[in-house]
């Protein structure tokens, strides 16, 4: 069983009773309610425990791209890539991950994907969304209609960029290129491990499954309703006649573990509430543009992730409902080591993508439950598939070839003619005090 | 009566709906299509020839991937009109099919004897921007299409079936549609117009909704500007959808421009 502690990034301080002031968290969330003096200590936050994750024996850590909101400040999730790449050691870096039809031409995407695996040494997961309809529709004006194809389009031209030998003209719908010549190309060859998030579109499972790409479902409707994506990726798996190879499927899991049921209710319940009440307040008319979903995914009964239905499934919800309905999985290491061996087993995962930041969860409480996790539940878990192979992590240089980077200490450089002491324990207590 | 034609040997198979007889008249819907009850075409057949397609992608016409923007539209309507033996027509236009009436009569001078735009789509004024219909639940659509959104004829509009699987049947179809749209207005309904508007050649009557709150009445002016040929008539208590709002009203204003 593989972990990858996947962070959100979201914006910790939107006001109460925001649901009842703005229509949504996303696409016209007012600008002024974003503080970058705030932004900048919650990314370097965030950063920390990305990277204290590859401390902990995490195997993967897991940005994503979104725009325009106050759910996850990752416009560019390869800049967060980048930042940690030089500070984490073992850990694969989960970029999931670049919305490519969004960019022209998209072998800026392989580029940079190259860049980051060989400043990794090879520890690139390169992901591909459609991405959402708020972020690709509506906040970057991509055509409804066209966008999948579009996106297929630039799927082909970003493995060909990593695949042929040689320079060669691309001649698409959507983009043309003369030459196409990638340099650098990827360390991983010939590329990173391609893992697909996706909503629950139903043609995401025949793509995935022809491509050989891992299916990472992200829902946050939990493992119970999650089921029946899953169960619709291993019919068509199965019909294909394709290996139901648990790493093949990632699930994403909100994870809230405490020393007891009881703690884990008082420490994160305020938290789970502003996560599903703030940062999943989406104006339905941005959930779901016309053409956004395909006829087949809407009859399939899908229900789009955010919007009216998604919030209305969540009305009223108390916190035990959430844990009892399985959106979230809580409390002791001992109650989250069986609902979550429960959840994998019922899922056929073996890569879960775990949430254990959301919404307004301060440092210190973050840290405790990525410690606890990682000494109480992670180990029992390990060995949860041992009849298949993982061929979906990356395949990363052997330690000994892989560069160190040159040590500093950044307490002690100067700015401006005196010494600053950032990372002291004043510096890092202002840093997440409002 | 509802009639099917196969154009470019099957490649589209055009659902229309046909009425009456003498000079021909092509009627284009605007981005919700036609409803299946449209009496103002059957009573424009008392003096017309009335032709109204639906555009592919819509109702039971396919071909839809075929279009994908206005240039292939206003190709497709220059074959079907050569496939149905009318060179040219009268050409009223609604919105969306209003914008696709002025490419059509753009891209080629001789096929438009008059242009009836009606609350059409095709330009962008960023004084005055056109809401986001896209983003619109039906309820909230209804405030913007009608001038009294309590009126009967609004609340039909708006009206949302009881049964599950007529509301998924529903909404599959109103995506459809609105897909098909998107390719000409999404995100900001403005593919270039402009650039080719002056170019055109028939007399073209500006037909408006006094209190259409989707494409407002200011936006006639910039038709105005741009055509060679215009008048311009407001319809009192009309919303974006006179048609069906003040069909007497705008029938008149329609036959007596053509006839006159």
Redesign the interface.
């Known amino acids: 069983m593989k972990f990858t502690w996947f962070h959100l990034m979201p914006y910790r301080y939107l006001p109460d009773g925001f649901k009842d002031k703005y229509r949504s968290v996303w696409v016209d969330i007012p600008r002024d309610l974003y503080d970058p003096r705030i932004g900048h200590r919650l990314y370097n936050d965030y950063l920390d425990q990305l990277e204290l994750a590859d401390r902990l024996g995490f195997d993967g850590l897991g940005v994503n791209e979104h725009h325009q909101n106050g759910y996850g400040l990752m416009p560019s999730p390869n800049i967060m890539a980048a930042a940690i790449s030089r500070r984490t050691r073992n850990a694969a870096l989960v970029v999931l991950g670049n919305s490519i039809a969004l960019y022209n031409p998209p072998i800026r995407v392989a580029e940079e994907f190259a860049m980051l695996d060989v400043i990794s040494g090879g520890r690139l997961v390169a992901g591909f969304p459609v991405g959402t309809s708020m972020d690709v529709?509506?906040c970057y004006?991509e055509?409804?209609?066209?966008i999948r194809e579009k996106y297929y389009e630039a799927h082909d031209l970003i493995l060909r960029s990593w695949k042929e030998p040689d320079v060669f003209a691309f001649n698409g719908k959507y983009t043309k290129l003369r030459y196409v010549n990638l340099w650098p190309k990827p360390l991983q060859q010939p590329h990173p491990p391609i893992w697909i998030p996706g909503g629950g579109s139903v043609e995401t499972w025949d793509f995935c499954a022809d491509h050989g790409h891992q299916y990472s479902f992200l829902s946050y409707f939990g493992y119970k309703a999650g089921k029946k994506v899953a169960d619709g990726y291993w019919n068509v798996m199965a019909k294909k006649g394709k290996e139901l190879n648990p790493y093949s499927l990632g699930f994403a899991q909100v994870i809230a573990v405490a020393n007891t049921d009881k703690e884990a209710e008082e420490l994160y319940a305020p938290h789970m509430d502003y996560f599903y009440n703030r940062c999943l307040h989406v104006?339905?008319?941005?959930a779901d543009?016309?053409?956004y979903?395909t006829?087949s995914t809407?009859?399939a009964?899908i229900v789009a992730q955010v919007g009216?239905e998604a919030s209305l499934r969540r009305e009223g919800l108390t916190w035990k409902d959430f844990v009892n309905e399985g959106y979230i999985i809580a409390g002791s290491p001992k109650t989250v080591r069986e609902r979550l061996t429960e959840a994998m087993k019922s899922l056929n995962c073996g890569h879960l993508m775990m949430l254990q930041q959301i919404g307004s969860m301060p440092p210190e409480l973050v840290r405790a439950g990525m410690e606890l996790f990682a000494r109480e539940v992670m180990p029992h878990m390990r060995g949860l598939w041992p009849n298949f192979q993982d061929k979906w992590s990356p395949n990363p240089l052997p330690e000994p070839e892989r560069a160190m980077p040159a040590p500093i200490d950044l307490r002690r450089i100067e700015t401006n003619g005196k010494t600053t002491h950032a990372a002291s324990p004043a510096a890092h207590e202002s840093r997440s005090a409002k | 009566m509802k009639t099917t034609h196969q154009i470019r040997d099957g490649k589209f198979s055009v659902e229309t709906w046909e009425f009456g007889s003498g000079e021909p008249l092509l009627y284009l819907h605007g981005a919700g299509g036609l409803t299946g009850f449209d009496p103002f075409l059957e009573e424009l057949g008392k003096d017309f020839r009335v032709i109204a397609p639906h555009l592919p992608g819509y109702g039971e016409s396919t071909g839809g991937e075929l279009i994908?923007d206005v240039v292939d539209a206003a190709l497709f309507y220059h074959q079907l009109m050569d496939e149905l033996g009318i060179p040219s027509a009268h050409i009223v236009g609604h919105s969306m099919g209003g914008m696709l009436a002025a490419e059509t009569a753009a891209l080629d001078i001789h096929r438009a004897k008059k242009l009836v735009l009606v609350g059409s789509a095709g330009f962008w004024i960023d004084e005055h921007p056109i809401p986001?219909f896209?983003?619109?639940?039906l309820s909230?659509l209804g405030g913007y299409l009608f001038h009294d959104p309590t009126s009967p004829i609004a609340q039909l509009f708006m009206a949302i079936p009881d049964d599950q699987e007529q509301l998924?049947e529903m909404?599959?179809e109103?995506?459809?549609?609105?897909?098909?749209?998107?390719?000409f207005l999404?995100?900001?309904p403005d593919r270039g117009l402009k650039k080719r508007a002056h170019r055109i050649a028939a007399p073209t009557l500006l037909l408006w909704g006094e209190s259409d709150r989707l494409i407002p009445p200011v936006y006639a002016g910039e038709f105005a500007k741009r055509i060679k040929t215009t008048s311009t008539e407001m319809l009192k208590a009309a919303g974006h959808l006179p048609m069906y709002e003040q069909p007497e009203a705008f029938i008149k204003a329609v036959r007596n421009y053509l006839k006159g």
Do not use: C, H, Q
């Open positions: 529709n509506f004006g055509v409804p209609a066209t104006y339905n008319g941005f543009a016309p053409g979903r006829p809407i009859r009964g009216k | 994908e986001d896209f983003a619109l639940d909230e998924v909404y599959v109103r995506t459809r549609r609105l897909a098909m749209a998107s390719k999404w995100p900001i």
